[in-house]
């Protein structure tokens, strides 16, 4: 036994074969209990129904796409203002009140860092190129470190030299000058600036 369609597009297809089969058999289907015509007017409402529906969606869809947009570009525009008012002002929040935006601050500064300790050198060679291992301990105030540069010069008043760059606070340093007298440093640095240079080590490979 054949099912009632459910989808609607199946259902006013069923509806265009029926009022048209009663239409054109009426010797077979003489007194249904609602008429062809009757069927054929309800199939056309709901068509013109759907049709209209159809449409009213489509056109909510585009609101709501451009309300979307207009939202964006109002957000855009007051950020705009908002970042030209906060510096204009110095983020001063009392001042930024007069437009209705309070509660932000400027970034905070990162400090530089501050004086690397305990610098050591624990471990040295000597023979076909010196090396010496070097470790200290982060310093104990100012900004976090993003490297440390190391630094040597001749004892007792050469002047400092850049020599090597450190992530973590150890380093060994390959090809250093043999049968001499060599002191050893290292500086804390991050993007506001340079620490106070450690304390110095002598190193004679």
């Known amino acids: 036994m ?16 029926l009022w048209r089969g009663l239409l054109d058999n009426p010797a077979v289907f003489p007194a249904p209990p609602v008429p062809w015509y009757s069927i ?8 013109t129904v ?3 529906a159809l449409s009213a969606r489509a056109v909510a869809e585009q609101a709501s796409t451009d309300k979307a947009e207009a939202l ?21 929040d009392d ?5 209705g935006w309070t509660g932000r601050k400027a970034p905070a500064v990162l400090p530089a860092p501050g004086q690397s300790r305990l610098l050591e050198a624990p471990k ?28 040597r010069r001749n004892r007792p008043d050469g002047l400092w030299k850049d020599i090597a760059t450190a992530i973590l606070s150890e380093i060994t340093l390959v090809d250093q000058p043999e049968k001499t007298e060599i002191e050893y440093r290292v500086i804390a640095v991050n993007k ?3 620490g ?9 490979l």
């Open 196 to 204: 106070t240079p450690s304390n110095t080590v002598l190193v004679v």
């Open 192 to 194: 506001s600036g340079e």
């Open 72 to 92: 964006q570009e109002l957000i855009e525009a007051m950020k705009a203002d908002i970042r030209y008012a906060e510096n204009t002002v110095d983020f001063d």
């Open 50 to 52: 759907r049709d209209s």
């Open 2 to 17: 054949p099912r009632f369609p459910k989808n609607q597009a199946d259902i006013a297809a069923l509806a265009g074969l």
């Open 124 to 151: 040295q060679g000597a023979g076909g190129g010196g090396w010496v291992f070097l470790d200290w301990k982060q310093p104990a105030a100012g900004g976090k470190p993003a490297a440390y540069k190391v630094q």
């Open 40 to 47: 054929m007017t309800k199939r056309n409402q709901f068509a």
């Open 95 to 99: 001042k930024l009140k007069l437009i």
